[in-house]
């Protein structure tokens, strides 16, 4: 099993009425788990619970003034952020026996990240094209490279990871 398939990041398949049931219970399960840390750690913060792109997704969001506090949550690069995400899937499939592909937001970083992403494989992508070559990114996390590889495909170029964490990276390859 490849590094991004252990993070969760296959291609989504259309999802029947029974998996759309089991991913809303574990954004329910999830859901649970994350008020009761809030609770611990004294802050404030809305779940919001969805079902995107063939997984759970559950967020975490405040009005302004407490979302300093929740961008706390998140830490640097979005550090705290995947902890948390791994240890609430942990606690869905501690209830479920199932590993989970649930993804996290806190404070909307993910959202935002994602539109960074976008812009960046975007530029990369254009770079490909005028020059023929393929074109090598940062290392990334695997949401991040995720990220990437739709852009890419979406513009009809192909892309792969190479490398292994923490250097893992996406390439880029001409049509």
Known sequence: MSEDEKAGVETPRPASSETIKRLEEEG???ADY???LLDIADLDGDIDIDVDHGRAAVEIVSEEDGSRWLKRLVGKDGE???AMQELTRLAVQAR???RSRLMLDIAGYRKGRRRELAEIAEQA???VRASGSRQALPPMNPFERKVVHDVVAAAGLVSD???VEPERHVV???A
Request: proline share 5%; net charge negative.
């Open 172 to 174: 880029i390859h001409p």
């Open 161 to 163: 990871s190479e490398g």
């Open 96 to 98: 479920t026996g199932e």
């Open 28 to 30: 329910e399960i999830a």
């Open 80 to 82: 705290v952020l995947d």
């Open 34 to 36: 994350l008020e009761e």
């Open 125 to 127: 992508i254009r770079e």
